[in-house]
């Protein structure tokens, strides 16, 4: 199973894809979240990516185009796998098909999450992550069971750097101008399925499980 999952900053793409691996148990490849380990490994990909993620803009897409290409001829990827934050613009897309028809690939089905953009900046304002293990966390609908500590190895909960409210609402324009344009792209190629994300994420999850059967 390939899979893609879209949607705006805050729509719940990390939540989902977590109960999605599992139960298709393919590859979790998250543009967003490799990005955030290099800038917290130091690497050079982190101290290029770091500006840009922080000011709400898109990564070059030479440095995210590079890193997908290993990826998906990885190991971690020939069982399958699911890709949150890519692709992530026009050009990216067309990219993403042309190393898939190299290696023989293809998509099976996208996922397109829609969440009104008040309630967007809402989650992602409210959301804690945790460094260590990586689980998302909100105060307003996925509390920790203590303030500030992860539930799993109860390390420190920190705030994205870019989820202040203005980064926010710059992330939501450049979606609105880069990244909305892949939902005509995919509904052409026939993969595309809407998802209500504004239910609860249990709602959501089951949304995505049928549209992924049907
Ligand atoms: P990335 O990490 O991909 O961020 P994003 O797309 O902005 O998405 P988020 O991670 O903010 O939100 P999400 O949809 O995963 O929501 P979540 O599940 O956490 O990218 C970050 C940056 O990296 C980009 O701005 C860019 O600079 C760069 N980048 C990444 N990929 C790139 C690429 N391909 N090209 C160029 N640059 C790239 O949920 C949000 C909150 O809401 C959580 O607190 C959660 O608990 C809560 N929540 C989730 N679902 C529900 C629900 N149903 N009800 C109530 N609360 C919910």
Excluded: W
Aim: contains cysteine; aromatic residues 4%.
């Amino acid at each position: 199973m390939r899979l893609i999952i879209l949607g705006p900053p805050g729509a719940g793409k990390g939540t989902q894809s977590s109960q999605i691996v599992d139960k298709y148990n393919v590859a979790h490849i998250s543009t967003g979240d490799i990005l955030r380990e290099n800038i917290a490994n130091g690497t050079e990909l982190g101290k290029k990516a770091k500006s840009y993620m922080d000011e709400g803009k898109l990564v070059p897409d030479e440095i995210i185009l590079g890193l997908m290409e290993d990826k998906l001829t990885s190991d971690e990827a020939k069982d399958g796998f699911l890709l949150d934050g890519f692709p992530r613009n026009t050009l990216q897309a067309v990219s993403l098909d042309a190393m898939l028809d190299k290696n023989d690939m293809k998509i099976d089905k996208v996922i397109n999450i829609n969440v009104d953009p008040e309630v967007l900046i809402s989650r992602a304002t409210s959301r804690r992550v945790c460094p260590e293990c990586g689980e998302t966390y909100n105060l307003l609908s996925k509390a920790p069971k203590v303030d500030g500590i992860c539930d799993n190895d109860g390390a420190e909960l920190i705030i994205r750097s870019d989820d202040t409210k203005e980064t926010v609402s710059k992330r939501i324009n450049v979606y609105n101008e880069q990244t909305k344009p892949l939902i005509d792209y995919y509904k052409a190629q026939g993969t595309l399925f809407d998802v209500d994300g504004s239910k609860s994420i249990d709602d959501v999850t089951d949304e995505i499980f049928k549209g992924i059967k049907s």
